[in-house]
T-cell receptor, first 112, second 113 residues
């Protein structure tokens, strides 16, 4: 039982490149989300999904796309990387509104 | 909309001293409240949660928090700090059937020998 698995753990991109951050969970939770963590800013919600085929924008969605074709997977796509997207990205899953979220170990992304 | 304010981005205590990390929330619906801890280069780990049962909640590693509706607060305490408590702590709120979890900006706890 791995919980929430994020890949890769580290990534360096050049400005303008695209890439996909992978997130997979084996907890059968309907709700999944992506956050970015920046110093002094806490965790900010990028996109979220309440189930397969349903996604919505969070607080800071610009420059990111998501899709949810299965319960298990929730990839985050950077369309054209910018230095402002240098951050640590966390994927999380959650079973319901009164339950806690379970987090992956994070992806540290640097855009040069 | 919901929000969380964590007072003090950095708290420093001596080993054995009381730890108090402050969290105030804003919510138009009954809130569910959480404290998470993040050790360097790791993900977030749940310390404790309030889900409308007992107002005094006990968590892991000797931490506890008290929900005070009149003060819209959910402060985290530990009677005696240990060196291993040094980490960043996040307060979070959800509620209203939208599943979103809104985080505060975090408090970095330093424990001095």
């Amino acid at each position: 039982n791995a919980g929430v698995t994020q890949t890769p753990k580290f990534q360096v991109l050049k400005t303008g490149q695209s890439m996909t951050l992978q997130c997979a969970q084996d907890m059968n939770h309907e709700y999944m989300s992506w956050y970015r963590q920046d110093p002094g800013m806490g965790l900010r919600l990028i996109h979220y999904s309440v189930g397969a085929g349903i996604t919505d924008q969070g607080e800071v969605p610009n420059g990111y796309n998501v899709s949810r074709s299965t319960t298990e997977d929730f990839p985050l796509r950077l369309l054209s990387a910018a230095p402002s997207q240098t951050s640590v990205y966390f994927c999380a899953c959650r079973q319901g509104e009164i339950t806690e979220a379970f987090f992956g170990q994070g992806t540290r992304l640097t855009v040069v | 909309a919901q929000s969380v304010t964590q007072l003090g981005s950095h708290v420093s205590v001596s080993e054995g001293a009381l730890v108090l990390l402050r969290c105030n929330y804003s919510s138009s619906v009954p809130p569910y409240l959480f404290w998470y801890v993040q050790y360097p280069n790791q993900g977030l780990q749940l310390l404790l949660k309030y889900t409308s049962a007992a107002t005094l909640v006990k968590g892991i590693n000797g931490f506890e928090a008290e929900f005070k509706k009149s003060e819209t607060s959910f402060h985290l305490t530990k009677p005696s700090a240990h060196m291993s408590d040094a980490a960043e702590y996040f307060c979070a709120v959800s509620g209203g059937s939208n599943y979103k979890l809104t985080f505060g900006k975090g408090t970095l706890l330093t424990v001095n020998p």
